[in-house]
């Protein structure tokens, strides 16, 4: 009797396997019937529940050196698409080249999804302009600070209206933007230029403005890093930041920002993997080395449930920033980190694992097995997964994925034809061109000497600080020739120094020059050391131009504090962008992304008013190359001298 009851159990499970793949078709088709969130959660399995909230990215595949960006999907990306219904992915640089090849590969996505009936994908992007902005072609925009600088908030609207529109038009739904982050810790090293400013009523006006605009095209948002990334001074892609604040200071200054985003109606909450040491306590046995280590953000509930669910009243989805940063892997493990998170209240795990090969999918299946054991005892309650589900497909409602109509009669030619237009477009290009020149700060102007004479006899040279500023430097000025702003005949030079350059390679070319402008970029608070040649080599230049009757400029394309480090400067510009430009399109109108900061600059030299941007933060003193706590230049200051 017992080997009959075997028997039986032996083939129920073999018509079981080989009926599972008509089985899921069957459920996932009944998922594309029923259109609404509730309905759809209702025909899911715990498996798939899970799965939809994982998102991964396809940022390389290969391995070591045969490792490249994936700009279409193979057939193993294919197949693990089709094993895993995932509720999004991720896009990176590598991922999205070129206007054409973007469009067609979201398009893969899409089509990919719902020939093999699963739900359409959550695709997403960090398109925050400024020095992150992943379209290789396109719009690129100056960035969160210049907008702060130009304190206009409607600058804002207008970035996320460009952004929105080129995005809807590449397919892209989900845009990891806006950072709302105040950035009141000058030696900040990842933040810095992706923050508004250090003032965060501002911050908040101008992040609720940004997701507007973005909204208008359809487009998801998400604001970042919760509870605030702009007082550290780790970089949490490295290890784990701490900011040792109470509550109550983080309502007054690093949360207001994120309230008003709520306010606004963002989409999303990226966590930051970031300690609150007086929020949150809780420790946890750190798998690098046995350590407690306290809980960062992404894994509390404290925060993530308590305060951004309790007391902000923020009910839409919880995104993590990226699991694999070494904040989370390195001291957590990639399934207990996964499981963690889900327990705290996220709703989205980001970028749980690596995937780059085939074999990398046992990782993915790990993190899922992970889940479901956490779900089967108990320990993740069903209804955490159901209600973090739900808010997916919401979302996914919001923006017309779940419409019966959703790619039924996409055309990817016209598609292909409608990025094209609207991706970089003329007008999208001369709003760029405005926000980066509004944006541009004057903060010393000695003589005065600015602006320069557009006739001047004599030769101006620029130094900058990557080779790839270089052709941003000579477009700058060539624009002004072509608009006759400036004589065919003038004279200009444009070089660059890096970690390996002397000061005698400069000698010469700063001997024949009449006028001396050099980029400086403030990294992180290493860049002020006097042995560290983003310091020591421009102050030797400035010193010897200045000795030699030189009128000597400063453009400050990095973070903005490092205005107080030099001596020896007549002017100080400051651009809040060194994004550089593809040499190939030196001295043309540009197709391809690029950084308008540095270009806008240069032309503000030789502008007929003064510059009309004002600092967006507060600019410390320097002393024996640190930050003090005495201020050089107060938020909001501008020098308005302005040579007649």
């Excluded at 404290?302 to 995104?319: E, Q």
């Excluded at 980066?436 to 004599?458: D, F, H, M, S, Y």
């Excluded at 510009?573 to 399109?585: C, H, Q, W």
């Amino acid at each position: 009797m017992m080997k009959k009851e075997i028997g039986r159990w032996i083939r129920l499970c073999v018509v079981v396997v080989l009926l599972w793949p008509s089985i899921l078709t069957a459920t996932i088709s009944a998922q594309a019937q029923a259109r609404t969130p509730q309905a759809i959660l209702e025909t899911m399995s715990t498996r798939e529940k899970i799965i939809q909230t994982i998102m991964p990215d396809f940022r390389n595949w290969g391995e070591g050196d045969d490792e490249t960006g994936v700009t279409e999907l193979n057939e193993d990306i294919l197949q693990i698409l089709h094993d895993y219904p995932f509720g999004g992915v991720i896009l990176f640089a590598e991922n999205v080249v070129d206007t054409e090849q973007t469009a067609r590969l979201v398009y893969q996505y899409q089509k990919t999804m719902l020939d093999n009936n699963r739900l359409p994908l959550l695709l997403t992007i960090d398109q925050e302009g400024g020095i992150v902005n992943r379209l290789g072609t396109g719009t690129a925009l100056p960035g969160n600070m210049a907008l702060g600088a130009t304190n206009d908030v409607a600058n804002a609207k207008i970035a996320g209206q460009i952004i929105g529109r080129e995005l809807s038009a590449l397919g892209v739904n989900v845009n990891f933007a806006p950072v709302v982050d105040v950035n009141n810790n000058p030696g900040n090293p990842v933040i810095g230029l992706r923050s508004f400013s250090s003032n965060p009523e501002l911050v908040g006006e101008m992040g609720a403005q940004y997701i507007a605009g973005l909204q208008e095209y359809q487009i998801a948002t998400a604001a970042k890093h919760f509870p605030g990334h702009g007082d550290t001074a780790t970089d949490s892609h490295i290890g784990i930041s701490q900011v040792d604040k109470s509550y109550e200071e983080l309502k007054a200054v690093e949360l207001a920002p994120f309230q008003r985003a709520i306010d606004a109606g963002v989409d999303m909450l990226m966590t930051a993997h970031i300690q609150y040491p007086q929020v949150d306590p809780t420790t946890y046995p750190s798998k690098k080395d046995g350590s407690d280590v306290l809980v960062p953000a992404t894994l509390s509930s404290k925060i993530l449930t308590d305060i951004v669910r309790g007391d902000m009243g923020y009910d839409g989805i919880i995104v993590t920033d990226a699991m694999n940063m070494g904040a989370i892997s390195e001291n957590f493990g990639e399934v207990e980190a996964a499981v963690l998170t889900k327990k705290a209240g996220a709703d989205i795990i980001l970028m749980p694992t690596i995937i780059r090969s085939k074999e990398d999918v046992k990782k993915l299946e790990d993190i899922v097995a992970g889940l479901e054991q956490a779900v089967e005892d108990g320990s993740l309650p069903i209804e955490n997964l159901n209600q973090s589900v739900l808010r997916i497909l919401t979302l996914k409602e919001k923006i017309g994925l779940l419409d019966e109509a959703f790619l039924a009669d996409a055309d990817i030619e016209a598609m292909v034809a409608n990025a094209h237009e609207q991706v970089g477009s003329v007008e999208n290009r001369q709003h760029e061109r405005e926000l980066a020149q509004k944006a541009i700060t004057l903060v010393k102007n000695e003589g005065p000497i600015l602006p320069l004479e557009t006739n001047a006899e004599g030769k101006t040279l620029v130094l900058a600080f990557e080779e790839t500023q270089v052709p941003g430097v000579s477009f700058g000025i060539e624009r002004m020739i072509r608009e006759e702003r400036l004589p065919e005949t003038y004279a200009y030079e444009v070089l660059h120094y890096t970690e390996d350059s002397q000061f005698e390679d400069f000698k010469e070319a700063i001997d024949q020059a009449d006028r001396v402008v050099v980029l400086t970029s403030l990294a992180s608070q290493d860049s002020l050391a006097a042995d560290d040649y983003r310091y020591a080599l421009p102050q030797e230049i400035f010193s010897y131009a200045k000795q030699s009757d030189k009128q000597t400029i400063q453009i400050s394309v990095n973070k903005p504090y490092d205005v107080a480090a030099f001596n020896d400067v007549d002017a100080i510009l400051i651009a809040y962008g060194f994004k550089g430009m593809d040499p190939t399109e030196a001295g043309k109108e540009p197709t391809k992304a690029f950084g308008p900061n540095i270009p806008a600059a240069i032309e503000a030299m030789f502008a007929q008013e003064a510059p009309s941007g004002i600092l967006p933060v507060s600019v410390p003193k320097i002393e024996n190359h640190q930050f003090t706590d005495e201020m050089l230049y107060e938020l909001g200051f501008h020098e308005t001298s302005w040579r007649q």
